[in-house]
């Protein structure tokens, strides 16, 4: 089945695939610590080319999100580099008392079902809803279906920590070789927007059409949730008339009430998934809710494969435009 | 007196505007794209030289629409602006109060919402055309009648039949259906008008607060059966203006004219020789890095014009040359 890879010791060691999209860009610092602690050969696919999207089209089923088809062309993308296994975690709950998009729950089923000839897809749980003693055991059977020991398991947990901690990153650091080779370089960012969207989407230049080396293009620094602390969301999510149970859109809904109220955001721009459940439901109730509060400008986007990147543009422009001259 | 031009390349029609400093409008072209952009273009640069004195003396340029990139580079603009701002700039030129624009073009629609002058918040038709020019073409072809007649149909009826107006190709079936049963064609025309109006204030219009005084423009203003559907649905009076065929164009010369007075520069137009010059496009794809950008080259008389589309510099090159340079380097 596979080019046999051993460690330095000279054993060998199983290859196993990872997939560059969906929860890669919110846990992958976990993921890779408990690979790299069990002593694995990681294979990553490279960032999602125009390629890999049109082969999780074919594959993908038909209402599921951008984002989701792009991660069946990554899985389709390991399938031809002979891993051993292919590790699609199960990620259920992150945060108490909420629940994560359904179609992460689903994803190693869906890879399973839809992938030709995958190598054997291994699906550790994530549910923070469960009791530690249970989310280790998923751990260590995870590790033993790839034929670690129950030792090596044990020290790459413990190496890997928490899989709840999230990953803080800004927005800047992606838009930085946009700015770098891009036409703006010299001159100051003339407006700072919010940026909101789901980390998978903002973070793929294809599945979220260039929209971020437009942005920089357009003199606009772009500032994500990321930016913003867990405890401020917190309190924009407690005043709701009902708890929001999506951890990830609720985070989104707080963040759009957060920045809107912001003196130093000129604009808000909600980048949303066509197909996504939480973002259909919440990405409006932010809108509502932010033309309620105050007079902060939002634009809303729809991305899908179908959305060409014309109209993206003109929208982009436009709304930047409008700021502009509103500041005047 | 110094003139400033505005190129509004549309899906289906393109526009050309010449107004002078004190924004008069002095002469507007109104052409079919017929999938030519640059062609459409270089016609409507010829009619221009042909009513007006040879020393007329353009300052700015500016290119609005979906062609407004390759357009802009072509003529060499001074300014390239999207359609919302230009068409929201001519309104207010136009009408200074006006408080909502309401746009429908060939293949888009759009709404404008302004306030004191600024606009406040837009939207644009998404995937779908529905309710656009294109369609209502096609229905006036369909039933036989020009399309200059086919809303001028709607008014000779008080009745309206119901269409079912959220897609373009249900509509159409429905029409044909209502047509089979033997409802007469004012009827139908009437509902179908109702049926647009319907469909673009529940799409683009959706959320968005609507007010007095409203201005309709775009090429499907031109149609009485879709103003008179939109006067009954909002309840108000819905003023269509003079250009309103043009109202992007002039935008554009406006949006012009602003630039080159912020910024006094000579302008890059390369003169209106450009009427009788061969051209050719050409792109490829450039493969130094994974990006695997587009690029696009512009030929004028058999030598590279512009070429861009590259996310990185590598390739640009944007500098103008102005056809009388050229003519004289061709002297040489």
């Known amino acids: 089945m596979s080019a046999v890879s051993r460690n330095a010791d000279g054993v060998s060691v199983p290859r196993v695939g990872f997939c560059r999209a969906l929860l890669y860009h919110i846990q ?14 990681i294979v990553l696919s490279p960032p ?35 891993v051993d296994f292919m590790l699609v975690p199960r990620l259920v709950s992150l945060e108490k008392h909420t629940y994560i998009c359904p179609k992460f729950m689903g994803l190693p089923d869906m890879i399973r079902t839809a992938v030709a000839g995958p190598p054997p897809v291994i699906d550790p749980k994530i549910d ?31 190496q890997a920590g928490s899989p709840y901690r999230r990953k803080m990153r800004t927005m800047s650091s992606r838009v930085k070789p946009a700015l770098k080779c891009g036409h703006s370089s010299s001159k100051q960012s003339a407006m700072k927007m919010a940026v909101l969207g789901h980390p998978y989407l903002l973070a793929d230049d294809v599945t979220s059409a260039g929209l971020m080396w437009a942005l920089a293009d357009m003199d606009v620094k772009p500032v994500t949730l990321e930016s913003v602390d867990d405890e401020i969301l917190q309190e924009y999510l407690q005043d709701l008339p009902k708890k929001v149970f999506w951890s990830e859109g609720g985070r989104l809904l707080a963040a759009a009430r957060h920045f809107s109220r912001r003196d130093d955001i000129d604009g808000i721009i909600q980048v949303n998934a066509f197909g996504c459940g939480s973002d ?36 982009l422009e436009a709304f930047c435009d409008m700021v502009k001259r509103k500041k005047q | 007196m110094e003139y400033y031009l505005g190129i509004d390349v549309g899906s289906v029609s393109t526009n050309l505007v010449l107004m002078s400093e004190d924004e008069e409008v002095r002469q507007d072209v109104y052409l079919r794209t017929a999938g030519q952009p640059l062609r459409a273009v270089q016609q409507g640069l010829l009619e221009i030289a042909q009513q007006q004195d040879d020393d007329l003396q353009i300052s700015g340029v500016g290119t609005t629409g979906s062609g407004r990139e390759i357009a802009g580079v072509f003529v060499g603009a001074d300014v390239i602006k999207n359609e919302i701002t230009a068409h929201a700039i001519g309104a207010i030129k136009l009408i200074p109060d006006v408080r909502t624009v309401l746009e429908i073009g060939g293949q888009d629609s759009k709404i404008i919402i302004l306030n004191d002058g600024v606009v406040v918040d837009f939207a644009m038709n998404t995937v779908c055309a529905a309710g656009t020019g294109s369609f209502l073409d096609r229905q006036a072809s369909r039933l036989g009648v020009d399309i200059e007649d086919f809303g001028r149909l709607a008014l000779q009826t008080d009745n309206s039949v119901r269409i079912a107006g959220r897609c373009a190709v249900f509509a159409e079936s429905d029409m044909i259906h209502k047509q089979q049963i033997g409802h007469s064609n004012p009827a139908i025309v009437k509902g179908c008008c109702d049926a647009l109006v319907r469909n673009y204030l529940n799409n683009v219009g959706k959320g968005k607060d609507i007010r007095p005084p409203i201005v309709f423009q775009g090429g499907v203003a031109c149609n009485e059966g879709m103003i008179a559907a939109f006067e009954e649905e909002l309840g108000c009076e819905v003023f269509v203006p003079e250009y309103n065929k043009v109202m992007g164009a002039i ?3 406006l949006l012009a004219k602003e630039d080159m007075q912020h910024e006094p520069r000579p302008t890059s137009f390369r003169g209106f020789g450009l009427h009788s010059m061969d051209y050719n496009t050409d792109n490829f794809e450039c493969e130094d890095c994974p990006n695997r950008c587009e690029i696009l080259e512009i030929y004028i008389d058999g030598d590279l014009a512009a070429r861009w589309g590259g996310r990185c510099d590598r390739w640009d090159r944007t500098d103008t040359v102005s056809v009388e340079e050229k003519a004289v380097g061709a002297d040489n």
Request: hydrophobic share 40%; net charge negative.
């Open chain 2, 251 to 253: 935008g554009s010369a």
């Open chain 1, 128 to 158: 923070i809803r469960q009791s530690a003693l249970r989310q280790r055991a998923s751990l260590m059977n995870a590790a033993s279906d790839m034929g670690f020991s129950p030792r090596s398991a044990r020290e790459a947990i413990q």
């Open chain 1, 280 to 315: 259909s439901l919440l990405g409006e109730e932010a809108q509502r809710r932010v033309r309620q509060e105050g007079s902060c400008p939002i634009l809303s986007v729809s991305l899908d494969e179908h959305s060409g990147e014309a109209g993206l543009l003109t929208r």
């Open chain 1, 48 to 82: 999602t080319s125009k390629e890999m999207l049109s082969d999780g089209l074919k594959l993908a089923v038909d209402d599921t999100c951008l984002p989701v088809k792009a991660f069946y062309g990554h899985a389709q993308w390991l399938t031809t580099e002979a």
């Open chain 1, 28 to 41: 992958w610092d976990f993921w890779k610590e408990y690979l790299d602690g069990l002593g694995a050969e």
